[in-house]
């Protein structure tokens, strides 16, 4: 098992009777000792999967509530970030904002491209908040990685996370893009261990986070990627554990 201590900036929580107990353990039986939590459960995967290749999106709204319930009896160990819904005024996340520690937006799910201006009406609040940005990126115009470095240069005071190793399992070209943006970080689930690698050589350790998508995907699985990589332990601390608490702006523990 790879060493611990271990942070997973992205982890899903369905609205469903013991999610949450089912998260603890898991996360439990992979060593994991903390975690960052946004809504599942949103869209029916076999929908998603269709969306993914042939467009469309739904208007649903997350079940922010069960999340922040959900993490507010674990002393901090699962952390609450608010699955924003674009087709709905921005105003309901900024009033809601200081109970949770970052903020997802997903092209993916509500179709909405990272320009919109309701995306950006979003990241404004994020940044009043100082909350991190996590993105899922797609192949379509509007929501690619350029389109996310376009939102970038212009909140540079977001950090803002790049999810599932950008677009496929293979984006080595989201790295070029995001290279020289300092305010993007990689989150690593779902991609080929050679983009992690690569990752942590072009972007350097400290824009690296480790992250499952579980339940979609086992963080034991996860985990296994970087074990074969042996990267040195500092660089590992900094991808399980330090990267993760310096975006939630809290001091590396």
């Not at 271990?6 to 603890?24: C, N, S, T, Y």
């Not at 989201?174 to 020289?180: E, G, H, S």
């Not at 300092?182 to 690569?198: D, H, W």
Request: charge should be negative.
């Amino acid at each position: 098992m790879t060493a611990r201590p271990v942070l997973d900036f992205h982890v899903r929580l369905a609205p469903r009777p013991g999610a949450g107990e089912r998260l603890l353990s898991a996360m439990d039986d992979s060593g994991l000792d903390r975690a960052v939590v946004c809504a599942g459960g949103t869209i029916d995967l076999d929908r998603l999967a269709r969306q993914l290749v042939e467009g469309g999106h739904v208007e649903t709204d997350a079940d922010n509530d069960t999340v922040l319930k959900t993490c507010a009896d674990t002393d901090g160990r699962l952390v609450p970030f608010f699955f924003a819904n674009p087709h709905r005024p921005s105003d309901e996340y900024r009033s809601r904002a200081a109970e949770f520690r970052g903020l997802e937006i997903s092209p993916a799910v509500h179709g909405i491209g990272l320009a919109d201006p309701r995306v950006e009406e979003l990241v404004g609040v994020a940044a009043e908040f100082g909350h991190p940005v996590y993105v899922v990126c797609l192949s379509r115009p509007g929501a690619g990685v350029a389109d996310l470095v376009g939102v970038a240069r212009r909140f540079p005071q977001v950090n803002f996370v790049l999810g599932h190793s950008g677009i496929g399992n293979i984006d080595f070209h989201a790295l070029t893009l995001i290279r020289d943006e300092p305010n993007i970080v990689l989150e690593t689930s779902g991609g080929y261990t050679c983009v992690a690698e690569a990752a942590v050589s072009r972007l350097g350790a400290g824009r690296v986070v480790f992250g499952s998508e579980y339940p979609l995907q086992h963080p034991a699985v996860e985990l296994a990627k970087f074990q074969v990589l042996r990267l040195p332990p500092e660089q590992w601390r900094q991808i399980a554990w330090d990267n993760a608490h310096r975006l939630l702006g809290e001091e590396q523990q």
